[in-house]
């Protein structure tokens, strides 16, 4: 299962349009100097860079420095033919979660000075023993298979055919997966969104906003494209519109466009949906959509959330039921009214209880974007919140998210031949890439240069339970 991922400041993709009416992605926290940043719950997640959003908290700690990242060898070896396995991130189908990221190539600067084709993509395999860099895809950034522009991060990931092999989101397109990987034979489909199974029936469907309106007078709708796809990206049937969730449940906003966040609140079979609208206070009202049947595919009556600069979806309480932690930054963004805020909410994070237990509301010590996952194999999810040059992580327990034993991990990027401002990790994704019960914490770094290509090898680190480095390597040599 991939991360459920969070959302953070937002960006826009377009992918298309449906019916004359264009559809777009909202993509959290773009490229920015030499921060590769995602979904993300389709987000994409930041790579690396030089800083990121967040509060320094304590106590503060490094994963151990002597183990660095080593360049793999230029040859890679085969790639382990799956016969699929329908998880969600799992590109050649052998039951290991995959490293999917887009990341600058080196000296491959675009050539009329901005970011396009200027990233490649790669897929670093997972196995018995966690993130195998000899065995990888790496799609240069050239292949007609990429889009033309492709936004460095981790990529979202589901098998949208149904073939058992999860496919690639880049940048509006897909990359199909297979036995062995991404194929070469295979184009990439003009086609995008939030990836979830929202009717229950096993088969990933995608949600999208749809623009409809002359530009600069345009207003939102949700709707959900239901699957399998074809490889020419057409759905098995097309869900009806709904008008804006957030106007629709009466918070105003009607004009303005949102950001959307899939995962599990209620622990059955269909994907749940929270709807984030954009606006200029920073911290924006959401609503929780359940899964199922009703206007556009979902319940009738959305659940109200707090307003929030970041949301995520996991199961804290172990209950199998899904909860929703939706985090407070305390940016105000100097709107009117801003100074009446509660300074109480301030870098604090909410958590909305999917079974019976209240909403409970916590001091993190940092503010950031969100993942979660289980790092400890106890069944329960802690929450990972994005902070400069590291990552900042609360434990699940049979209360609840807690505070209790939270833990900052940092990690030094490059050595000081890079400005301090620069130097910084940032931490990407997290997932179970050994199947072990447990999963890894990765941070990248790489230096990019003003047009948009890499000047160096990109650097990658691998945390088992957060904190000990088992693999460590960078793409010095995967152009060879």
């Known amino acids: 299962m991939p991360p459920r991922s969070g959302v953070g400041e937002q960006g826009e993709q377009e992918v298309?349009?449906?019916?004359?009416?264009?559809?777009?992605?909202?993509?959290?926290?773009?490229?920015?100097?030499?921060?590769?940043?995602?979904?993300?719950?389709?987000?994409?997640?930041?790579?690396?860079?030089?800083?990121?959003?967040?509060?320094?908290?304590?106590?503060?700690?490094?994963?151990?420095?002597?183990?660095?990242?080593?360049?793999t060898p230029s040859v890679a070896g085969p790639v382990p033919r799956g016969s699929g396995s329908?998880?969600?991130?799992?590109?050649?189908?052998?039951?290991?979660?995959?490293?999917?990221?887009?990341?600058?190539?080196?000296?491959?600067?675009?050539?009329?000075?901005?970011?396009?084709?200027?990233?490649?993509?790669?897929?670093?395999?997972?196995?018995?023993?966690?993130?195998?860099?000899?065995?990888?895809?790496v799609i240069e950034p050239e292949d007609t298979r990429l889009p033309p522009y492709l936004a460095p991060g981790t990529l979202p990931t589901a098998d949208l055919d149904g073939d058992g092999f999860a496919d690639i989101?880049?940048?509006?397109?897909?990359?199909?997966?297979?036995?062995?990987?991404?194929?070469?034979?295979?184009?990439?489909?003009?086609?995008?969104?939030?990836?979830?199974?929202?009717?229950?029936?096993?088969?990933?469907?995608?949600?999208?906003?749809?623009?409809?309106?002359?530009?600069?007078?345009?207003?939102?709708?949700l709707r959900v494209l239901y699957g399998p796809f074809t490889r020419e990206g057409k759905p098995r049937r097309t869900g009806a519109a709904r008008p804006s969730p957030v106007a629709e449940a009466g918070l105003g906003y009607e004009d303005a466009d949102f950001s959307l966040t899939a995962g599990d609140a209620d622990g059955d079979r269909a994907t749940d949906l929270v709807v984030t609208a954009h606006g200029d206070?920073?911290?924006?009202?959401?609503?929780?959509?359940?899964?199922?049947?009703?206007?556009?595919?979902?319940?009738?009556?959305?659940?109200?959330?707090r307003t929030g600069s970041s949301v995520a979806f996991g199961d804290f309480d172990g209950d199998g039921k899904g909860d929703v932690a939706v985090g407070d930054n305390g940016t105000r963004n100097g709107e009117p009214g801003a100074d009446a805020q509660d300074p109480a909410v301030h870098d604090t994070v909410t958590v909305h209880y999917g079974g019976n237990r209240p909403d409970k509301r916590l001091k993190p010590g940092a503010s950031g974007d969100y993942l979660t996952e289980d790092i400890d194999d106890d069944g329960r999810d802690e929450l990972l919140i994005s902070v400069e040059g590291g990552v900042r992580?609360?434990?699940?327990?049979?209360?609840?998210?807690?505070?209790?034993?939270?833990?900052?991990?940092?990690?030094?990027?490059?050595?000081?031949?890079?400005?301090?401002?620069?130097?910084?990790?940032?931490?990407?994704?997290?997932r179970d890439f050994d199947r072990d019960g447990r999963a890894e914490v990765v941070f990248g770094w790489s230096p990019v240069g003003e047009?948009?290509?890499?000047?160096?090898?990109?650097?990658?680190?691998?945390?088992?339970?957060?904190?000990?480095?088992?693999?460590?390597f960078t793409d010095a040599k995967f152009f060879d």
């Open 451 to 472: 047009r948009g290509g890499s000047t160096g090898p990109s650097r990658w680190w691998v945390l088992e339970g957060g904190t000990d480095t088992v693999t460590a």
């Open 86 to 137: 329908g998880t969600a991130d799992d590109v050649n189908g052998d039951g290991y979660a995959d490293l999917v990221y887009a990341a600058p190539a080196l000296g491959a600067p675009s050539a009329d000075g901005d970011d396009g084709r200027s990233a490649y993509l790669g897929v670093v395999y997972g196995s018995p023993r966690g993130l195998d860099p000899t065995t990888r895809t």
């Open 281 to 305: 206070d920073e911290q924006e009202p959401a609503v929780l959509l359940h899964g199922g049947e009703g206007p556009g595919g979902f319940a009738v009556r959305a659940s109200y959330l």
């Open 16 to 71: 298309g349009n449906l019916n004359g009416k264009r559809i777009a992605v909202k993509v959290g926290l773009a490229f920015a100097g030499c921060v590769l940043l995602v979904l993300a719950a389709v987000a994409l997640r930041p790579l690396v860079g030089h800083g990121g959003s967040g509060s320094p908290a304590e106590p503060v700690s490094g994963p151990p420095v002597g183990l660095e990242p080593v360049a």
């Open 393 to 430: 992580i609360l434990r699940g327990s049979a209360d609840g998210l807690s505070t209790d034993k939270a833990a900052t991990v940092r990690r030094d990027g490059a050595g000081e031949e890079v400005p301090a401002a620069e130097r910084s990790a940032r931490f990407t994704t997290v």
């Open 169 to 221: 989101l880049a940048g509006g397109h897909v990359v199909w997966g297979g036995p062995t990987g991404p194929r070469d034979s295979v184009p990439a489909a003009e086609l995008g969104g939030v990836p979830g199974d929202f009717d229950g029936d096993g088969r990933q469907d995608l949600a999208v906003t749809e623009a409809v309106g002359e530009k600069y007078d345009e207003q939102y709708q």
